[in-house]
């Protein structure tokens, strides 16, 4: 049987970074990275070196993209996931297509082999890598954008393709969405997106139908993808989903015909 895809959307990926340990609890965890450029990221995270070189460059660019910010004297530590998760897949995607070096080195999956560091460390989920970076003093990593915003973690702009350094927020997350294209089952990347106003990682998540019902179940499915791409659609950003744009929901509403 044919299966067809409905999407929600979502962005997985938000880096993070952490104070060294200050006097006052309320400063333990607060941003000292304004901003990334996530366009140099990835040739620094593929350096395997006991002398922890891509870590140290990494924190040579953030220095240099942040020259407002007196920043500490701290050697980064990577946060990466440990588990297969979708947040893994949609990262090393994006740095897979903007790097060469890091598409040919760690490649892009749900899980993925990172270069050996004791300056990469490994934690499980969003709660385990949230954990990690503020318990070490110079971390920095990446989690999903639902968690992060419903925990208040403190995040750093990244920089996009048009060289913007961009919030993750509604509005970049549906700039992001608008621009993908979809085969005829709604299945579609966003790699690397070229708008301004575009967060550069950023993707959907899906539901799968058959095609093929029963007419009273599929009566019914119709109607519960009308509810999700309306009323469904004023509840998403309170859950830590962004809206889906309006060409977006318009291919779903043409593909939901399909379900017979």
């Known amino acids: 049987m044919q299966l067809l895809s409905w999407l929600s959307a979502r962005m997985t990926c938000r ?3 952490r104070r060294a340990p200050a006097r006052k609890p309320t400063q333990l965890f607060r941003p000292r990275v304004e901003v990334l450029e996530g366009r140099d990221v990835p040739s620094t995270l593929t350096v395997t070196s006991t002398a922890d070189s891509g870590p140290a ?3 040579a660019e953030i220095v240099a993209a942040n020259p407002g910010l007196k920043l500490p004297a701290l050697q980064i530590t990577v946060v990466r996931r440990s588990d297969s998760s979708g947040t ?3 990262f090393t995607k994006h740095l897979s297509a903007i790097s060469p070096e890091f598409a040919k080195d760690v490649g892009f999956g749900t899980t993925v082999q990172w270069p050996k560091s004791d300056k990469i460390v490994a934690a499980p989920k969003n709660d385990g890598v949230t954990a990690t970076i503020k318990q070490t003093p110079g971390a920095i990593g990446y989690i999903e954008y ?3 915003k419903l925990t208040k973690a403190d995040f ?7 060289g913007q350094f961009v919030l993750a927020d509604t509005k970049s997350g549906q700039a992001t969405l608008a621009t993908a294209t979809f085969d005829d089952r709604l299945r579609g990347w966003i790699e690397d997106p070229a708008g301004p106003d575009a967060y550069p ?5 899906w539901l799968l139908f058959y095609k093929k019902q029963d007419a009273k179940k599929a009566e019914w499915l119709r109607k519960l993808v009308e509810y999700c791409v309306t009323t469904g659609q004023s509840i998403s950003d309170s859950m830590g989903y962004i809206p889906l744009p309006a060409n977006v929901i ?8 399909q379900i017979q």
């Open 88 to 90: 893994n897949f949609v």
């Open 146 to 148: 639902g968690y992060a």
């Open 201 to 205: 990682i950023a993707t959907f998540t």
């Open 250 to 257: 318009e291919k779903i509403r043409t593909a939901s015909t």
């Open 15 to 17: 880096p993070q970074t």
């Open 156 to 162: 750093a702009l990244l920089q996009n393709k048009a």
């Open 57 to 59: 460059t990494l924190r």
